[in-house]
């Protein structure tokens, strides 16, 4: 048995597949292959049943998969802390997040982060919280920022996640409505205004909650665009939902084109938090990364 063939096969069982295994590998099918099937020997248990659906682990050699799982996750941890000892780390750090989330203060802590690890490259994408999942699920990122919602993602036994901070769910309004002069707005006072909404699934849902509750809203439109929906705001199109915690430091906020007011709610809080697979190697950067978060937030608080 080789730490190779190890490797081979938890990225097959990732893919389903072993031609997209060998090119994110950089070897051919054929060692890929080859290397399974002496191990499917050594072993006498076959791992993978081959099909034209793809590569799929039998039931037997579910339990094998497993284990090399956690010796590859070693392996990097063992691969990681070399490196650290020589101030080499190095690598790429891939993070999903919802656009609407903290992004002066997810900015703020990539900075710090970069300092810390200059050899470190941050790839950051902007996704709904429900494409996040399904990234960290396929292993596609190591880490996501997102809307956390414990009873949804309770239900995915891959996942790991902690809620980092709470936020109050605010109306806000141009400074030239009406509006703008209310200390807190009830759901009644809102009812015949225009919305901008911002496109995600836990904002859909509390959308739509609170006009079963209370009754229709005018939804004038939705973008998992924030500044497209504040820009509608602060002309005085529409008036918009967002989490005080997302409105620190916000432009328009500070130049009170936009004004914030509570929500006069009995439920008025949303989570938010990170999430990541438990298959997926915790690396020493993520952890860090996480820190740098943390810390950024406490200042929040």
Same mark, same amino acid.
């Given at each position: 048995m080789h730490i190779e063939q190890l490797k081979y096969i938890v990225e097959v069982n990732k893919t389903r597949s072993i031609s997209i295994s060998a090119q994110n590998l950089h070897v051919s099918q054929s060692t890929i292959s080859k290397a399974i099937?002496? &191990?499917?020997?050594?072993?006498? !248990?076959?791992?993978?049943?081959? =099909? %034209?659906?793809?590569?799929?682990?039998?039931?037997?050699?579910?339990?094998?998969?497993?284990?090399?799982y956690e010796i590859v996750i070693k392996l990097h941890e063992i691969e990681e802390e070399a490196q650290a000892q020589t101030s080499l780390v190095n690598g790429e750090l891939n993070l999903s997040v919802s656009p609407s989330l903290l992004m002066p203060i997810l900015l703020k802590s990539l900075s710090s982060f970069k300092k810390d690890y200059p050899n470190f490259q941050i790839v950051?994408?902007? @996704?709904?919280?429900?494409? !996040?999942?399904?990234?960290? *699920?396929?292993?596609? !990122?190591?880490?996501? &920022?997102?809307? !956390?919602?414990?009873?949804?993602?309770?239900? /995915?036994?891959d996942l790991i996640f902690e809620t980092l901070i709470e936020g109050k769910i605010m109306v806000c309004v141009s400074k030239y409505s009406p509006l703008a002069f209310s200390e807190s707005l009830t759901p009644e006072e809102l009812i015949n205004e225009a919305?901008?909404?911002?496109?995600?699934g836990r904002w859909k849902d509390f959308i739509s909650i609170f006009m079963n509750r209370y009754g229709s809203m005018n939804i004038l439109f939705s973008s998992n665009n924030t500044e497209v929906i504040k820009k509608a705001v602060a002309e005085g199109l529409a008036i918009s939902f967002l989490m005080d915690i997302a409105l620190k430091d916000d432009h328009y906020v500070k130049s009170e084109e936009i004004i914030p007011i509570p929500l006069n709610i009995e439920?008025? /809080?949303? =989570?938010?938090?990170?999430?990541?697979?438990?298959?997926? /190697?915790?690396? $020493?950067?993520? %952890?860090?990364? &996480? @820190?740098?978060?943390? *810390? /950024? $937030? =406490? %200042?929040?608080?």
């Open positions: 099937t002496n &191990l499917e020997q050594e072993l006498k !248990i076959k791992l993978f049943k081959r =099909s %034209r659906l793809g590569a799929i682990p039998t039931a037997e050699g579910k339990n094998i998969i497993k284990k090399a950051m994408t902007e @996704k709904k919280s429900t494409d !996040i999942v399904e990234d960290i *699920l396929q292993g596609k !990122i190591d880490i996501g &920022l997102a809307m !956390i919602d414990e009873m949804n993602w309770k239900a /995915h036994d919305v901008v909404m911002y496109d995600g439920s008025n /809080h949303l =989570s938010f938090g990170w999430v990541r697979s438990k298959k997926k /190697h915790f690396s $020493i950067a993520s %952890r860090e990364f &996480l @820190k740098c978060l943390k *810390l /950024h $937030i =406490s %200042r929040l608080e």
